[in-house]
């Protein structure tokens, strides 16, 4: 009986309306659309262009963003992981500011600071993300985990991921000689010393800050509400038909 008041429950809240719902589909199709758009223009750009190869690396950056922003939609349809609204919500937004108006729109290039704001964003996002398998790994006694240990976590995870993305950078600087850790100048004279450190230091100075904000947050909320770490749930999402035989069962 309480199977089938779940189940009808759970059918009657999918059916209800959810702002959060339709604030996910516009930045999902916003997001997309203009993706799609920079696309269009950077094969526009490259069939005018004399040299083609130079368009190589922007379309397939373009082709990568598009197929990034549909990551929650194929966790959903394949592995049938549901993450939290509000945490699809900030994925669009943090793929809006990093890639879009960063790459695409040249924010990196055109304002020093932007770097610096998105790297301290990516700090404070996968932060919170990694309260996520922190609920994972915790099996058991969720309301009294040891917030040292969520503090540390959370700090490790969120700077390691700016550690892999400086990784990047530098891979692929080296193999295609771009300069996204911006150790030259735009003439492609290379910086000498500390300047030629500079940008990618900075990177990780920000992705620091912004790690150990999220950290001590965490940490925090950890240890003064004891149902915090399991609100960092990621739903997996049963067949319809295991459903009805719970039911029926």
């Known amino acids: 009986m309480k199977n089938k008041e779940s189940f009808l429950e759970q059918k009657a809240q999918e059916r209800k309306f959810d702002a959060f719902n339709v604030i996910n589909l516009m930045l ?18 490259m069939v005018m262009a004399t040299n083609k190869s130079d368009f ?14 549909f990551i929650p939609i194929l966790l959903k349809k394949i592995f049938k992981i549901l993450f939290p ?10 793929l809006f500011l990093s890639i879009y108006l960063g790459t695409f729109i040249g924010l990196y290039t055109k304002t020093e600071a932007w770097d610096m ?14 309260m996520f398998l922190v609920n994972m790994l915790t099996t058991k006694n969720k309301e009294n985990i040891n ?67 999220s950290a001590i947050f965490c940490a925090f909320c950890a240890y003064k509400y004891k149902n915090f770490v399991s609100k960092f749930q990621i739903t997996k999402i049963k067949k319809e038909k295991e459903n009805i035989s719970q039911i029926e069962e």
């Open 117 to 130: 704001i998105v790297h301290f964003l990516s700090g404070l996002v996968f932060g919170f993300f990694a």
């Open 56 to 69: 190589v690396v922007p379309l397939l950056q373009r082709i990568l963003a598009i197929i990034v922003v």
């Open 28 to 45: 999902f199709v916003g997001v997309v659309v203009m993706f799609i758009i920079s696309l269009g223009f950077c094969i526009r750009d």
């Open 147 to 213: 917030p040292y240990f969520v503090f540390i976590f959370v700090f490790c995870f969120a700077l390691a991921v700016g550690a892999c993305w400086e990784i990047y950078e530098f891979t692929f600087d080296s193999l295609l000689g771009l300069n996204m850790q911006g150790y030259a100048t735009q003439g492609g004279l290379d910086y000498i010393g500390q300047k030629a450190l500079l940008d990618t230091m900075l990177d990780i100075v920000f992705d620091f800050l912004g790690a150990i904000i």
């Open 85 to 94: 609204k509000l945490a699809t919500s900030v994925y669009y937004l943090f």
